[in-house]
């Protein structure tokens, strides 16, 4: 049975409610309505096809329809779709969680297996508060809290949105929230007064010291998202400040959280975005690339210095009363597995590094823009921010519509990009070829000065 594009849309204008969207506006749009995707493309009803320069939010690895991921996912598919992890085992979970133990740096050895990056995170915090519990519920009492960064963004349960940082998205929230301590985030293209990246990194890593010295006791973890702070517009950290947060959880007696749920599985130009520091934290957060874009499936990685910490009797009650309905299911677990076996096969995170390497003169013709005001770019994570004057950088309101307008041109152009306030994201399918990355800036270029130019006419 095949339907029309206009029965869809009326049906998705009547029945769905879509994430982050207001829907008062989205249903006054023509929606885009995918129909199938190949290699770097989708195509809509109406067989128009668009570079999927947003991953399908950041989560494409290989390319739609891989015929080798297909074909993991059919075999698993015969044979069963999903058993339960609570209390009994299944053949790709456990072929997965050994894999994943390899490629994880350090002694990250233990695998908890969730179905979002939010609960990959709510996880993390649960282990990391617990795991005190457990080593001595006197003496740390008192560890109850967690520090994260401004604008940090660790997804929207309300654990998660506990330590997000991102007051548009959060602060409506806040009386259902658990207290987190705030620390200052590295926000170079913003904070120009302390002076240069270097600057920036210092001043933030002695805010945080002062944060972990005066409250020590109370602090069960740190979380921060690796090298990049995603959603809140690609805020790339200076280099050294992961390691500097790093030495300092373990000056202090902290754990430390590592969200690579966005920067993980090659996006960074390395397997793991720690691996960059040398950083090996206590607890790794993993989902987005995981399955290669094909099925939910997210991870939280721990070491055994913490799993033992969970070991006792029955009655001593130190287990881990945490679960999902679809923990460790096979189809996501396979469809994983042989993601990650196909990324070594084709050697992908050495040419994400390499292709992001070739596209950096490319990104910095976008600086011709007069309204394009910073560029920011970590392996194919990419940020533009738009402001309206490139001395004070004051950005456009909504209600201006710019940002919008960029995205909607994009779209006609045949690309698929988004916005995250101010900055236009590019975030490709890792295996887009160095010509289509090529395509994706240059619509992403022509997009942003037509833009401008109706703009200046008009003003
Ligand atoms: C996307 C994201 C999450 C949340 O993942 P979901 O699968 O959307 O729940 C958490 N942390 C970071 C850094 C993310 O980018």
């Known amino acids: ?37 190949k290699g770097s493309y989708l195509y809509d009803t109406e067989g128009k096809a668009y570079l999927d320069g947003y991953a399908s939010l950041w989560v494409n690895v290989h390319g739609h329809s891989d015929p080798e991921l297909n074909e993991a996912l059919k075999e698993q598919i015969d044979k069963v779709a999903h058993s339960t992890l609570l209390g009994s085992a299944n053949v790709p979970s456990i072929l997965l969680a050994k894999k994943l133990a390899e490629i994880t740096p350090g002694s990250l ?21 617990q795991y005190w519990k457990n080593k001595d519920a006197t003496r740390y009492a008192k560890k109850n809290k967690f520090i994260s960064l401004d604008e940090a963004y660790h997804g929207d349960t309300v654990g998660a949105v506990s330590v997000g940082g991102m007051d ?35 001043y933030c890593l002695a805010a945080l010291e002062e944060r972990l010295q005066q409250q020590t006791e109370e602090v069960a973890g740190v979380i921060v998202e690796s090298l990049v702070q995603g959603a809140t517009g690609i805020h790339t950290h200076p280099v050294g400040f992961l390691k500097g947060v790093a030495d300092l959880c373990k ?53 055994d210095t913490i799993f033992n910490a969970f070991l006792g ?126 395509k994706m800036v240059g619509i992403t270029y022509e997009s942003i000065q037509e833009v401008y130019e109706t703009m200046v006419v008009n003003a």
């Not at 009326?10 to 199938?36: A, C, G, S």
């Not at 990056?117 to 993390?124: D, M, Q, T």
């Not at 202090?252 to 920067?263: F, K, S, W």
């Open 1 to 37: 049975m095949t339907y029309t594009h206009n029965e869809l849309e009326q049906w998705d204008k009547d029945y769905v409610w879509h994430p982050f969207t207001q829907m008062q506006t989205y249903r006054q749009t023509n929606p885009l309505i995918i129909e199938r995707g």
């Open 109 to 129: 050895s233990k695998v908890f297996y969730s179905d979002t990056g939010a609960a990959s995170v709510e996880i993390a915090l649960k282990i990391a508060y």
């Open 168 to 202: 548009l998205y959060h602060r409506i929230f806040r009386p259902l929230l658990f207290q987190r301590i705030g620390s200052p985030a590295p926000y170079s293209y913003r904070m120009e007064e302390i002076g240069d990246e270097e600057a920036v990194k210092d």
């Open 251 to 303: 000056k202090y007696n902290v754990l430390l959280i590592c969200d690579e749920v966005a920067v993980g599985f090659g996006r960074t130009g390395t397997m793991f975005a720690c691996e960059q520091e040398d950083v090996v934290p206590d607890l790794l957060c993993l989902g987005k690339g995981i399955t290669g874009g094909y099925m939910p499936l997210a991870a939280t990685i721990t070491n």
């Open 313 to 438: 009797e029955r009655e001593e009650h130190k287990t881990f009363y945490h679960g999902h309905t679809y923990t460790g299911n096979q189809l996501a677990c396979s469809v994983a597995l042989k993601n990650i076996e196909l990324m070594e096969e084709r050697d992908l995170v050495a040419s994400v590094s390499h292709k992001a390497a070739n596209l950096k003169a490319t990104l910095e013709t976008l600086y011709e823009l007069p309204i394009v005001g910073d560029i920011r770019q970590r392996g194919l994570m990419i940020g533009i921010e738009i402001v309206k004057n490139k001395n004070t950088k004051e950005t456009f309101t909504v209600t201006e519509g710019v940002i919008s307008q960029i995205i909607e041109t994009a779209r006609q152009k045949g690309l698929i990009i988004r916005e995250l306030g101010s900055v236009i994201t590019m975030m490709p399918v890792l295996a887009m070829s160095e010509q289509e990355l090529q």
